[in-house]
């Protein structure tokens, strides 16, 4: 079977493509479609639009009076009683500045590179306040303004100006006393530690015994847990020796 006659059909097809197309072509250049014009504005050709009465439209709505209960009862008032309207004279009274004293004391700082919070005590009323770098203070010290805090101060700036306040440490003074610790005294000689006791006087201007208290200083309550710590540190040393020489 030869090739060409068996495709003779797709040159066929392809024959007639071309023929129409080269129709149209010819149609296009005489002037195919190039007659189409729009109409002439005339309004008279236009259709009518519809009118509507708006005088016939009722409303499904009462009058005003109708619903004065409503301004008579409110609805999202607990009570369902309307707020009495303000006093005049307190509407136009001026509001006083808070010029309070800025008695204060810096407990706290705390200092991050993206964050600084300062802690205060108001002195007058005991209460605490915490505030950030560049915010406001509220309460008893509302309008003082943290405009600066170090590792040891803040500073504030307020109706009397600027105020700083250091961090308070702790001075050596205050605070409850250290517990009195005594010598303990060996198990086996009880009675011979309370007869050395009694036969030994105390001596004017001697040094007080471990389990005295000590003087209300600071170098006397360092000395004396210096003495707590050296006599734990003893006993388990004995305790220690005694649990070998058990084993």
């Not at 203070?137 to 170090?150: I, R, S």
């Amino acid at each position: 079977m030869n090739l060409r006659s068996s495709h003779w059909w797709v040159t066929a097809a392809l024959a007639a493509s071309a023929a129409w197309s080269l129709l149209f072509a010819l149609a296009a250049f005489a002037g195919l479609g190039g007659r189409y014009q729009p109409l002439a504005a005339d309004a008279s050709l236009a259709p009518p639009v519809p009118t509507l009465d708006l005088q016939r439209a009722t409303s499904r709505l009462d009058s005003v009076s109708a619903y004065a209960e409503i301004a008579e009862r409110p609805l999202f008032n607990p009570d369902r009683r309307p707020v009495p309207p303000p006093d005049s004279a307190q509407a136009n009274a001026p509001v006083a500045e808070n010029t309070a004293n800025f008695e204060v004391i810096l407990t706290s700082v705390l200092l991050r590179e993206d964050l600084g919070i300062a802690v205060v005590l108001h002195s007058p009323s005991g209460n605490s306040h915490s505030v950030k770098l560049g915010e406001e203070l509220k309460g008893d010290l509302a309008g003082w303004k943290l405009v600066e805090l170090a590792p040891r101060k803040a500073v504030f700036e307020g109706p009397g100006g600027r105020k700083e306040a250091a961090l308070r440490v702790f001075d050596g003074t205050g605070g409850q006393a250290p517990t009195a610790v005594e010598t303990p005294v060996a198990p086996n000689a009880p009675n011979q530690a309370a007869a050395d006791s009694m036969a030994q006087p105390a001596q004017p201007g001697a040094p007080a015994a471990v389990g005295t208290p000590a003087a209300d200083t600071p170098e006397a309550r360092a000395e004396l847990i210096r003495k707590r710590i050296e006599e734990r540190r003893r006993q388990m040393r004995e305790e220690a020796e005694r649990n070998r020489g058990n084993q």
